[in-house]
């Protein structure tokens, strides 16, 4: 890997990015804030040797923790954690002007009050995790006024990430794997007003943090890839890197990532093979 360059930010944590190409040809990068007042920042990256933040975006919260946009540049969206209102959910960008995004509305109802960690965006619609409970998904044809439109909840677990792909949403649920659900696809009965549970991968040993949909063009098959976040390492052998040491005097230990990445061919929904996995074994996978 060759180091191209590199947009400078020493003021906040950077949680999360996005790279889109905006609606005047050039690319942008959306970049999130841990603990950083609400800060979201905006990336000309059409040279990537000379990255240029053109604008920055202050929400009512402590994190801004998951940045999209929408795959036709049209609009974008931030996620709020610790807002001081604890009222949540989501800010809705117009992306007609890349470069100065303007504010056009936020959403706050059907669950996403309590925090939305992750979010998935197509032209049409957006998908928003709740709370960490379900999926909400909003019809996003006005960009001032989304609309509900309907959601999914999976029985006794709890949703970390979502991916849509040809009308299919896959979620991350930890201890429950990857939740597949008909959102559109039309296959399994479901639509996008009507989400239809399709089947699950179960992984009761792990901790199922992000599933990456992925189809081989060579091999002429459907695969997802899984990510395990196993934090810490206190009762192994060996613990870690010491990269992150708790706090707890000479007696603490540090702490480190475990875990793999599955891949699954999932080629035939009803029937999902285990085929590899590989472990990152200094430091794990999480992502």
Do not use: C
Request: charged share 20%.
């Amino acid at each position: 890997l060759d180091i191209v360059g590199q947009g400078r930010e020493t003021r906040v944590f950077t949680t999360d990015l996005w790279i889109w190409e905006g609606v005047d040809g050039r690319d942008y990068a959306m970049t999130g804030s841990k603990y950083g007042d609400g800060i979201s920042m905006i990336w000309d990256v059409t040279d990537p040797g000379n990255i240029i933040k053109t604008d920055s975006i202050q929400v009512d919260a402590r994190t801004t923790n998951d940045v999209k946009a929408s795959p036709n540049g049209r609009y974008g969206v931030i996620s709020r954690e610790g807002a001081s209102n604890r009222r949540n959910g989501i800010v809705i960008l117009d992306l007609a002007d890349p470069a100065h995004p303007r504010v056009a509305s936020t959403f706050e109802g059907n669950g996403v009050t309590g925090g939305v960690h992750n979010m998935y965006a197509t032209n049409d619609h957006l998908f928003v995790l709740a709370g960490g409970d379900k999926f909400v998904i909003l019809d996003m044809a006005d960009l001032d006024n989304p609309r509900y439109v309907s959601e999914y909840n999976h029985p006794n677990s709890r949703v970390h990430d979502v991916w849509v792909h040809d009308g299919l949403a896959y979620t991350a649920e930890w201890e429950t794997g990857v939740v597949v659900v008909d959102v559109g696809n039309g296959r399994y009965g479901g639509s996008i007003e009507n989400p239809v549970f399709v089947n699950a991968v179960p992984y009761p040993v792990g901790q199922t943090h992000a599933a990456f949909p992925y189809y081989s063009e060579t091999a002429d098959k459907f695969y997802l890839f899984l990510g395990d976040e196993i934090m810490g390492r206190g009762d192994q052998a060996w613990r870690g890197t010491g990269l992150n040491r708790v706090p707890t005097g000479p007696t603490g230990s540090p702490v480190a990532f475990s875990g793999y990445i599955h891949i699954i061919d999932f080629t035939d929904p009803m029937d999902p093979k285990d085929v590899a996995r590989y472990e990152v074994s200094e430091f794990g996978t999480h992502n």
